[in-house]
């Protein structure tokens, strides 16, 4: 843990493809902090630079120019392997097609992540089993993916996220594929690992419905924050 609350430092990200012969500035010099315990929503149209912005900050891509610190340890400078070891450590994901494996159980969904870090497997059953009622599929834990709703399938990823008891949560579009009352519930669920797990959520999301959960909202357009509010 950093010693001074900081989870994640952006300082003057910038992010240029080539596609063909045209560059394109997907980040124009992004600088921002995110506190431990925080929940922020990244929004903006289609193209501003959300998606780019959470490849980095969940160490998917690496910035052209500028650093990003997270816990402290600037990883922006970090090979592949080192890269794919903090995500597996430190972040979870959850994204919009929840990204089950089809005819497992919730469970053996949950359990994913710890096979590759080696878990025995007795630990990993049972950790799996704890997650999963902390996002309210107690009960649910035998059921195959095609037995479950989108609904609980999303909790079941939201579990996934985690098991490895990581610092940071990234959701991008997590209610996209749920109907309004659906997604309203996952909100919940990520709203109370919020406040009472602590744990620091970061929503990339177009729907005010879901950004109005967050406690901060920051603004892209054209690869730069235009705007910050807080709740």
């Given at each position: 843990?950093?010693?001074?609350?900081?989870?994640?430092?952006?300082?003057?990200?910038?992010?240029?493809?080539?596609?063909?012969?045209?560059?394109?500035?997907?980040?124009?010099?992004?600088?921002?902090?995110?506190?431990?315990?925080?929940?922020?929503?990244?929004?903006?149209?289609?193209?501003?630079?959300?998606?780019?912005?959470?490849?980095i900050i969940g160490c998917l891509d690496k910035p052209t120019e500028g650093k990003y610190f997270l816990e402290e340890q600037e990883v922006s400078t970090l090979d592949k392997n080192k890269l794919a070891r903090i995500r597996n450590r430190k972040i979870g994901f959850v994204f919009q097609t929840f990204n089950l494996l089809a005819r497992t159980t919730a469970l053996e969904n949950t359990e994913l992540p710890l096979i590759y870090s080696n878990t025995p497997a007795k630990q990993a059953?049972?950790?799996a089993y704890k997650v999963l009622a902390e996002v309210g599929l107690k009960g649910r834990e035998l059921h195959k993916t095609n037995q479950l709703s989108g609904g609980e399938q999303q909790r079941v990823a939201i579990a996934r996220s985690l098991i490895n008891n990581p610092s940071l949560v990234l959701a991008d579009e997590p209610t996209g594929n749920l109907d309004s009352k659906t997604g309203k519930e996952i909100m919940e669920v990520f709203k109370k690992l919020n406040e009472e797990?602590?744990?620091?959520?970061?929503?990339?999301?177009?729907?005010?419905?879901?950004?109005?959960?967050?406690?901060?909202?920051i603004y892209l357009k054209d690869g730069q924050i235009i705007k910050e509010e807080q709740a």
């Open positions: 843990m950093s010693s001074n609350n900081n989870l994640i430092r952006l300082e003057n990200l910038k992010k240029v493809y080539k596609v063909g012969e045209t560059q394109v500035n997907a980040l124009r010099g992004v600088s921002y902090t995110i506190k431990e315990g925080d929940m922020v929503a990244i929004m903006g149209p289609s193209g501003s630079g959300k998606s780019t912005l959470m490849n059953k049972e950790l797990k602590k744990i620091t959520v970061i929503l990339v999301t177009h729907d005010p419905d879901v950004s109005a959960f967050a406690r901060k909202r």
